[in-house]
């Protein structure tokens, strides 16, 4: 079975600074999507992951896979307000039948003026 | 941008009896998803759908839950006999995907969700 572990669950920081999401999946998975989720809103998808070594990024947030350690950081550069919300990664299990994300549970982000 | 359009926006319903949530994907999507969150919790899979059939479910989609693509754009969650674990955020998802792979680079995309209370 295809766990998805995130770390940290919380994270509060201030604008300005920089930091890193981590999400660790325990088995083989060839691809790997992260979210974004306002309070009481849907998710948002920022970006998809095919292949080891991927690297996307997209304004403050740069996304990256490693498929050997099973990692995937969503990383933050000089982090607005704006940015706060839970950010979420998903993995689909490469040995299984393609049509379900497994999620972790989430990274809520703070960012404070 | 096209979007997945869900209704209601909240459901309030009384232990035991039916909801029928609904959801329009996209319309040139193939592939159609029911997830749920708890409050506060992560998302979960409920079950996936693909050329009027499912094609994978989870533990959690047990005989209490249906779906049905009842015409050409509506794709609907029917849940019988609702319990209060069932209160949740309910999204609708679809994606493009190919016929090889229903979600090869292509994200899933999420309606709003429909929050179901269930007292």
């Known amino acids: 079975e295809l766990k998805v572990e995130q770390n940290p669950l919380f994270l509060s920081m201030q604008e300005g600074k920089n930091y890193t999401i981590y999400c660790n999946y325990s088995t083989t998975s060839d691809r790997l999507y992260w979210y974004r989720q306002d309070p009481g809103k849907s998710l948002e998808s920022l970006f998809v992951?095919?292949?080891?070594?991927a690297v996307k990024q997209e304004g403050r947030l740069m996304a990256s896979l490693d498929t050997k350690a099973r990692l995937s950081t969503l990383h933050i550069t000089a982090a607005v307000h704006d940015l706060s919300a839970t950010y979420f990664c998903?993995?689909?299990?490469?040995?299984?039948?393609?049509?379900?994300?497994?999620f972790g549970k989430g990274t809520l982000l703070t960012v404070n003026p | 941008e096209p979007e997945v359009t869900q209704t209601p926006s909240h459901q309030v319903t009384q232990m035991g009896q039916e909801v029928i949530l609904r959801c329009v994907p996209i319309s040139n999507h193939l592939y159609f998803y029911w997830y749920r969150q708890i409050l506060g919790q992560k998302v979960e899979f409920l079950v996936s759908?693909?050329?009027?059939?499912?094609?994978?479910k989870s533990e959690i989609f047990d005989d209490q839950f249906s779906v049905e693509r009842p015409d050409g754009s509506n794709f609907t969650l029917k849940i019988r006999s609702t319990k209060l674990e069932d209160s949740a955020m309910y999204f609708c998802?679809?994606?493009?995907?190919?016929?090889?792979?229903?979600?090869?680079?292509?994200?899933?995309?999420f309606g709003n969700g429909t929050r179901l209370t269930v007292t």
């Open positions: 992951l095919l292949s080891n070594g």
């Open positions: 998802a679809s994606s493009e995907g190919t016929v090889v792979s229903p979600l090869y680079n292509s994200p899933l995309h």
């Open positions: 998903a993995a689909v299990y490469s040995g299984g039948s393609n049509y379900k994300l497994t």
């Open positions: 759908f693909y050329n009027n059939e499912i094609s994978e």
